[in-house]
């Protein structure tokens, strides 16, 4: 039911898209201009204000069937549902389907009116009374994308719609309603236990009726006389799925057949994988353990947290939801931790997990607020909570549900506990009602009441020694260099602001001049002292850039610098620590962010820096008990052995001091080598840095900040060698030449480059392949004006 919709405006109906949202079809129809333009957002506020009417034809069904159903996937979010005027429904949450009985109604007329998201929960918090809130709007009063209503890296489109799909579905004597598999691994035979809800008309009451469970050709039988049945098959000697770089990812068709005499009455089916999940949360000399394990193999969580992927999520194709993962894998993640302010994602985003084995941390939808436990969201809740329990279970890339996003570290901290005054927050969600639902529905998978969250409140619930954990001083408060001071059990949550890619700035923001504080700058900074933080985080490290290009430039470097500071320390102190989860991949609109990915798709230095940091291998300087060491980090499936060459140099490149440090690292451990005496020492930290090398892996340690190094200036030589699609830059360094860059993305809207920040000694060469130039002539002077270096920022020549 895709086709014929209508939307009801001021001037008159205009189409609708179905799945869609008001916002889709204003813009469509050229009512509203684009929301992501410099300050349009802010002209377009009053949609999220107005309710809404959509209407369409109830199409006829097939014939010779007892019963059709009108099934809404979803329905954003305060809905009344009418045929012929008269209601057949209302609804008031956005992460539930909905089913109605429209048996005989062929030709009806079917509306859909919205009431404003505004006026819901508005309303509910002068009945409620008001609840603790990170920020201004009542999100935490109805069960809706909780971004819709601006983030600290979001704007303020409060969506209204058919956001998933609308269809009509015809059914005789018996359906299923639902179908639950636990899917488990006992010894070296996997078990299939599908849990099963029947809906029956009236001739279909107390039949006997057949179940069949299928999986890889092996089949099992019951009987079902009633609303319920289980099904249990046992394969034998599964192939097991594993996390990306673990093992392979097997997915195996799983289909539950209902038949009645030989007659085929509903079929469902999914792909599913053989595999255990566990979570240690032991307690050990170091604190609270937080290690995913699957397949009994201890898992160093190499992460990232996603957020909806567009302001307007109808606008996520499944072949969007596939290109951002695989931007995800392709960078070394092995988990995507889906946040708690967004929504459960669709089918398409497990789908490609599974696929790829990407693990799949999923946040039950609270984030930052207080959350009133009253009717009627406590009943939306439960519903919303056992639906989604259901519909995610065949997923074998999904590993842990987890309560809530910071709401338990807000009580303690945030001054809730003098505010609520005794109301209820959410509290009974976390460590009640939610767990109950998943130990009910989904035993196979661990749950965490939140994160952060310490195991009980005998711990600060953000104590970094149990469980997992957020660094939110480091960026609002401190420098990165503050990440060294801790040993996360589990890093949940870190990150670091940059601003978007140069194409994607101007592609949204027309500001002219173009500036860091520019008035569409500005609005494209929702953080609060965002730009603030950022020029402090420069000036630790940088001299203050005189142009926006320089200062686009170096936050994008800090940034890279900042996360790559946390986690490979972190990773260096596995096991205690077992895992990064960085904020964030993504964006939903083109926005100065903790992002590795801008809203416009393109990858920022970050992106690059976590292909680094994630690889299985990574060699970095660290410190251990004042002295600076060589960690080396494998969490491969095989010993690492071989020599690493570490180096002390001059700024002018000359060498002052080298030694050779052989290694043997077995799998998935750490090794840290001693620095050799003349080595462990830079004597002159303004003109000396140090440098390892191994198999390709190089780390670098100035002796003293950037704007103190005396750097030289960077003498660059270019090659270019057009090919097919392509364009290769090879880039030759004549002097120390720290953190290159080349900006793709100046060369051509389209243009993208294969990887991010180098630093060259004299002589090195990196050759950087260009595509998406469509055919454009690129001269060495394009390129030169689209590089970029520390040496040129701080003042030496450009390249």
């Not at 801790?486 to 002219?512: H, K, L, M, N, Y």
Request: hydrophobic letters at 40%.
């Amino acid at each position: 039911m895709s086709e014929g919709w209508t939307l009801g405006t001021a001037s008159g109906p205009i189409p609708a898209q179905v799945p869609g949202c008001v916002h889709v079809d204003l813009l469509a129809a050229g009512l509203i201009e684009d929301p992501y333009l410099d300050a349009n957002e802010l002209g377009v506020a009053w949609v999220g204000r107005e309710d809404w009417r959509y209407t369409t034809v109830l199409p006829a069904p097939p014939d010779g069937f007892e019963r059709t159903d009108l099934v809404f996937d979803g329905l954003d979010t305060v809905a009344a549902v009418e045929l012929d005027g008269a209601v057949l429904g209302r609804t008031r949450n956005m992460h539930r389907s909905y089913r109605f009985d429209v048996t005989g109604r062929a030709g009806a007329a079917l509306s859909v009116l919205f009431t404003s998201a505004y006026t819901e929960a508005e309303g509910l918090r002068e009945t409620l009374g008001a609840r603790p809130n990170a920020y201004p709007e009542p999100f935490n009063f109805i069960r809706k994308m909780a971004c819709s209503f601006g983030w600290d890296w979001g704007p303020t489109l409060v969506t209204a719609g058919l956001w998933r799909e609308v269809r009509l579905e015809s059914w005789s004597t018996a359906r299923l309603a639902a179908v639950r598999p636990l899917v488990t691994v006992e010894g070296t035979t996997g078990r299939v236990e599908a849990h099963l809800d029947l809906e029956r008309t009236e001739s279909g009451a107390g039949r006997e009726l057949l179940v069949t469970v299928e999986v890889g050709g092996r089949s099992s039988t019951t009987t079902a006389t009633g609303a319920a049945a289980v099904a249990v098959l046992e394969v034998p000697g599964p192939a097991l799925w594993w996390p990306r770089g673990y093992g392979e990812q097997p997915l195996h068709t799983c289909t539950v057949t209902l038949s009645d005499g030989g007659t085929v009455l509903d079929r469902w089916e999914r792909r599913i994988g053989f595999r255990t999940v566990e979570l240690d949360q032991a307690k050990d000399a170091h604190g609270t353990a937080f290690t995913l394990k699957v397949n009994g193999t201890p898992v160093f969580a190499r992460g990232v947290n996603w957020i909806p992927d567009d302001a307007l999520p109808v606008r996520v194709t499944p072949e969007r939801y596939r290109h951002r993962l695989t931007q995800a894998a392709d960078a070394g993640v092995d988990l995507v931790r889906v946040w708690g302010g967004g929504i459960y994602e669709d089918r398409a985003f497990y789908d490609v997990c599974d696929e790829l084995g990407l693990l799949v941390w999923q946040d039950f939808p609270f984030a930052c607020a207080a959350y009133p436990e009253e009717r009627p969201l406590r009943g939306e809740i439960e519903a919303e909570a056992r639906e989604n329990v259901v519909r995610l279970a065949p997923h074998p890339s999904l590993v842990l549900w987890n309560g809530n996003n910071e709401n338990l570290w807000g009580f303690r901290d945030w001054d809730w506990e003098e505010d609520l005054a005794g109301d209820s927050w959410g509290e009974g969600y976390y460590l009640g009602l939610l767990p109950r639902i998943v130990a009910e529905l989904d035993p196979t998978r661990p749950y965490s009441p939140g994160s952060p969250w310490s195991g009980s409140w005998d711990h600060h619930p953000n104590d970094p020694a149990h469980g997992p954990s957020h660094s939110w001083d480091v960026w609002n408060r401190r420098d990165y260099d503050a990440y060294l001071e801790d040993v996360p059990r589990f890093a949940a949550e870190f990150g670091w602001q940059a601003p978007p890619a140069f194409a994607t700035v101007r592609a949204s923001i027309s500001d002219e001049p173009l500036t860091a504080s520019s008035p569409g700058m500005l609005h494209h900074q929702k953080a609060a002292d965002g730009n603030g933080k950022l020029d402090r985080g420069l000036a630790h490290h940088f001299t203050e850039p005189a142009a926006f290009d320089d200062w686009h430039y170096l936050t994008q470097v800090n940034q890279a610098r900042a996360i790559a500071t946390g986690v490979a320390h972190w990773r260096s102190h596995w096991p205690v620590c077992a895992g990064t989860v960085v904020w964030q991949l993504n964006d939903c609109w083109p926005v100065t962010s903790w992002a590795a990915i801008d809203g416009n798709a393109r990858p920022k230095p970050l992106y690059f820096e976590l292909r680094r940091l994630y690889a299985d291998r990574l060699l970095t300087f660290q410190t251990r008990d004042g002295a600076r060491v060589l960690a080396v980090d494998n969490q491969s499936p095989e010993p690492w052995e071989g020599t690493a060459l570490v180096r002390r140099l001059l700024a002018d490149g000359a060498e002052a001091g080298a030694g050779e440090l052989p290694f043997a690292v077995p799998p998935r451990s750490v090794a840290l080598l001693p620095l050799p005496a003349g080595l462990a020492t830079i004597k002159d930290p303004v003109r000396e840095f140090l440098v390892a090398d191994a198999e390709g892996l190089r780390d670098v340690v100035l002796g003293c900040e950037d704007k103190d190094f005396a750097y030289p200036p960077a003498d660059l030589a270019f090659a270019l060698k057009p090919g097919d699609g392509a364009l290769e830059i090879v880039i030759t360094a004549g002097s120390f030449v720290r953190d290159l860059l080349v900006q793709a993305d100046r060369l051509g809207e389209r243009a993208e480059a294969d990887r991010g920040l180098a630093t060259l000694l004299p002589g090195e060469s990196v050759t950087v392949t260009v595509t998406g130039l469509g055919g454009a002539d690129v001269d060495e002077a394009a390129v030169r004006s689209a590089v970029f270096s520390v040496n040129a920022a701080e003042g030496a020549s450009r390249p």
